[in-house]
């Protein structure tokens, strides 16, 4: 019995000690966390951001972990950040990405960055008027992730990181579509490029080589088929403003019209003046994005500047600018297309290819 206290007498404040050590670490409950989202845009002018979804640090956070989870998908073997893979300026290197069920997507990849500049409809035929709307489609598009919104939820719903995190971002472990795509619309918005060369050329940081200033006079010069010695490769038409995009849907003469296999933004207006017209994209990070056009037809730079030097295609809705180069072309040479393209690659953002903040949070 004396032995019986001892050991009783050593053993229960070790016991308390044990005690009051798990109570000191366990994980607190989680909070509402409205903290802003800083913005970091470099010279990019001041986005538009929506009023009803204002960027918090726990509403991006939870967008990104919805962005790189594979939970999202039919078979637990796809995510968004597989099709949009941040060492392709978010966008994807094969023509057409595969889905869960290993078909081809109908179209290439867009790249997403530079979202909050974008100031109207989302994919490729502007099908998505809001980019919350864009981010649940490829969930239960059956050539993508080929999901239901339901079962997503009841995954999620099975995880207290993921109530908990719910709780960080809007207040309490209810976990809906709409809270969804309010938190992937945070995260795409958050994905910004504004670091290339080209911008610290802005800045008067540095110069550009002779080639890349030849490039960039070709680049904004507009075409002159009267003076052909003065006539410039006319891209900022279309690829204008600090996001070398304009917000519109045109038709860049890919294909005569007998050839349209995609009628493009036709499809989504039913307007017949709209057919085989597609969203211009950014051509900022241009030089990693590849494959290029809404199919991915060009694998190179150069087939582009071909395509527009004398690939244009006559087609009743194609934009009179590139149509008009149609029988003359842009008389671009060699070297005119060489320094053209090296203007190009000044517009790509290393930094933003390697940017932590865009990381998988897993």
């Not at 007998?258 to 989504?268: P, Q, S």
């Not at 150069?302 to 006559?314: K, L, P, R, S, T």
Request: charged content about 25%; proline content about 6%.
């Amino acid at each position: 019995m004396r032995y019986l206290k001892l050991y009783l007498f050593i053993l229960t404040p070790l016991l308390f000690l044990i005690a009051c050590k798990g109570d000191d670490d366990a994980t607190p409950p989680a909070v509402f966390d409205d903290t802003p989202y800083v913005l970091i845009h470099g010279n990019l002018p001041t986005p538009d951001l929506p009023q009803d979804n204002q960027l918090t640090e726990q509403g991006v956070l939870l967008g990104k972990m919805l962005f790189y989870d594979k939970k999202l998908s039919k078979d637990l073997s796809q995510a968004c950040a597989d099709c949009h893979r941040q060492p392709d300026g978010f966008s994807d290197s094969t023509r057409f990405s595969l889905g869960v069920e290993e078909l081809p997507g109908r179209r290439q990849a867009m790249p997403v960055f530079n979202m909050a500049w974008h100031s109207n409809e989302f994919f490729w035929d502007g099908r998505a008027p809001l980019l919350r709307d864009q981010a649940l489609k490829p969930i239960q598009d059956p050539l993508e992730m080929n999901e239901t919104l339901e079962n997503v939820i009841a995954k999620l719903s099975a995880e207290q990181m993921y109530k908990n995190q719910f709780v960080r971002a809007f207040g309490d472990e209810d976990i809906t579509e709409e809270r969804m795509a309010l938190a992937m619309e945070q995260f795409m918005l958050s994905i910004v490029s504004y670091d290339s060369k080209y911008d610290k050329f802005l800045a008067g940081d540095l110069e550009l080589s002779e080639s890349e200033e030849r490039g960039r006079a070709l680049f904004f010069q507009e075409y002159n088929p009267f003076f052909p010695d003065q006539s410039g490769a006319d891209c900022a038409h279309c690829h204008g403003g600090a996001n070398f995009e304009n917000d519109r849907y045109m038709n860049n003469g890919l294909d005569a019209d007998a050839n349209l296999t995609d009628i493009g933004r036709e499809e989504v207006s039913n307007d017949p003046t709209d057919k085989g017209k597609f969203k211009v994209p950014s051509l900022r990070n241009v030089q990693y994005t590849a494959p290029y056009m809404h199919d991915g037809r060009f694998q190179t730079l150069e087939q582009v500047v071909d395509h527009y030097n004398e690939g244009i295609q006559e087609s009743a809705t194609a934009d009179p600018t590139v149509l008009n180069t149609k029988d003359t072309g842009l008389f671009l040479t060699d070297q005119d297309k060489e320094d053209l393209i090296n203007f190009l690659k000044t517009l790509s953002d290393d930094t933003f290819l390697t940017n932590e903040e865009y990381k998988s949070p897993f």
